[in-house]
C-alpha cells in the first residue's frame, strides 16, 4: 500500500522568499509522482509530475521538484514566491499496481504569500 | 475549451434525502473517478469507472453509488446522505486511465448534510 506525507499543513512565506514544500512516500513498488495545486474555490490543476528519467522536474509557474528514490521524498521548490501562488499545494502517488489508477494525497500544505 | 464540470457547485440538504451529484467531461475520456476532500485527510477516491458501464469502489466508497452510461458523464448518487458525508467533493477524468496520466478535476461540489 502507498502512503504520502506532506510534513507541513502551513507554510507562510514573504514575497519574493524561496520556499520548499516537503513531501515523503512510501511504497512497495515504482511509483508515479504528482503535485497539484488547489487555489481558493477551485479545482486541482497539475504543477508537475515525475514518472521517469532526470530527477528534477520542471513545472508551471517557475515551479520545480526533486525526486530522491533514496530519501523517498518529492519536494516542491520555487526559487521566488509571488502573492498569487498563495494556494493549497497537494503531493500525490500512483503506480501500476494498483487498480484503479488511484491517486493517493497527502494531506495538503497550505501556502500563503505575504507582501 | 476541454473541461470536466460539475453540478450543483454547492449543496445543502437533509439527511436521507436522496441526491445526485453531476460530472461530465468533453475530453473523450475513457476514465472518471470521484474523490471527496475533508480537511487533514487530503482526497480520497470513492469510485472510479474505467469506461462505460464499468465501475469499481475506491477507498471510501460507502454510502455512494455511482454509473457509466455515457462515456461524458459520470453521476455520483447519495442514495440516504449522512452527516459525515458533509464534504467536498470532485470529478476527474484521464485518457486511458494508466497510473502515469494526469488526471483533470472538475471545480468541486461543496455539500452540507444537516
Known amino acids: 500500500a502507498q502512503s504520502v506525507t506532506q510534513l507541513d499543513s502551513q507554510v507562510p512565506v514573504f514575497e519574493e522568499a524561496p520556499v520548499e514544500l516537503r513531501c515523503n512516500y512510501s511504497?512497495?513498488?515504482?511509483?508515479?509522482l504528482f503535485w497539484y495545486v488547489q487555489y481558493p474555490n477551485q479545482g486541482l490543476q497539475l504543477l508537475l509530475k515525475y514518472l521517469s528519467g532526470s530527477t528534477l522536474v520542471k513545472g508551471i509557474n517557475g515551479f520545480e521538484a526533486e525526486f530522491n528514490k533514496s530519501q523517498t521524498s518529492f519536494h516542491l521548490r520555487k526559487p521566488s514566491v509571488h502573492i498569487s501562488d498563495t494556494a493549497e499545494y497537494f503531493c500525490a502517488v500512483s503506480d501500476e499496481e494498483t487498480s484503479g489508477s488511484r491517486l493517493t494525497f497527502g494531506e495538503g500544505t497550505q501556502l500563503t504569500v505575504n507582501p | 475549451e476541454a473541461q470536466v464540470t460539475q453540478n450543483p457547485r454547492y449543496l445543502i440538504t437533509v439527511t436521507g434525502k436522496k441526491l445526485t451529484v453531476t460530472c461530465s467531461q468533453n475530453m473523450n475520456h475513457e476514465y472518471m473517478s470521484w474523490y471527496r476532500q475533508d480537511p487533514g485527510l487530503g482526497l480520497r477516491q470513492i469510485y472510479y469507472?474505467?469506461?462505460?458501464?464499468?465501475?469499481d469502489k475506491g477507498d471510501v466508497p460507502e454510502g455512494y453509488k455511482v454509473s457509466r452510461k455515457e462515456k461524458r458523464n459520470f453521476p455520483l448518487i447519495l442514495e440516504s446522505p449522512s452527516p459525515n458525508q458533509t464534504s467536498l467533493y470532485f470529478c476527474a477524468s484521464s485518457f486511458s486511465g494508466r497510473a502515469l496520466e494526469t488526471q483533470y478535476f472538475g471545480p468541486g461540489t461543496r455539500l452540507l448534510v444537516l
Open positions: 511504497s512497495s513498488v515504482s511509483v508515479y
Open positions: 469507472s474505467m469506461n462505460v458501464e464499468v465501475t
